[in-house]
């Protein structure tokens, strides 16, 4: 059964940081593409970042400098690192598998919330 469990969220001032952790199993990890997205409240899903099997990164405009994405495949571990956050950052964060950024489907897991006030 193929599993995403997000980890890593909780309430910061703004400016600092967190590091979001998506422990998964279940299939071929070291050949996913995997993506954080999120979703604030009242809003839509925002796609975050996504980084391919080979891992290379992407990056939203929204968040490019302050947010890195990256995977331990070894641990079949998918990580977000937030800097310098902001308030508009305040949203649910979920990792997904097999996520159209167009049409904004895929498979996510249960979520992480990340609060920022102060």
């Known amino acids: 059964e193929m599993q995403l469990v997000e980890s890593g969220g909780g309430m910061v001032q703004p400016g600092e940081s967190l590091r979001l952790v998506c422990a998964t199993s279940?299939?071929?990890?070291?050949?996913?593409?995997m993506n954080w997205v999120r979703q604030a409240p009242g809003k839509g899903l925002e796609w975050v970042a996504g980084?391919?099997?080979?891992?290379?990164?992407y990056h939203a405009d929204s968040v490019r400098g302050r947010v890195t994405i990256s995977r331990d495949n070894f641990k079949k571990t998918l990580y977000l690192q937030l800097t310098h956050l902001k308030p508009e950052d305040t949203a649910m964060y979920y990792c997904?598998?097999?996520?159209?950024?167009?049409?904004?489907?895929?498979?996510r897991g249960p979520g992480t919330q990340v609060t920022v006030s102060s």
């Open positions: 997904a598998k097999d996520f159209d950024i167009t049409t904004m489907r895929g498979i």
């Open positions: 279940g299939f071929r990890f070291d050949q996913s593409a």
């Open positions: 980084i391919n099997a080979a891992g290379v990164p």
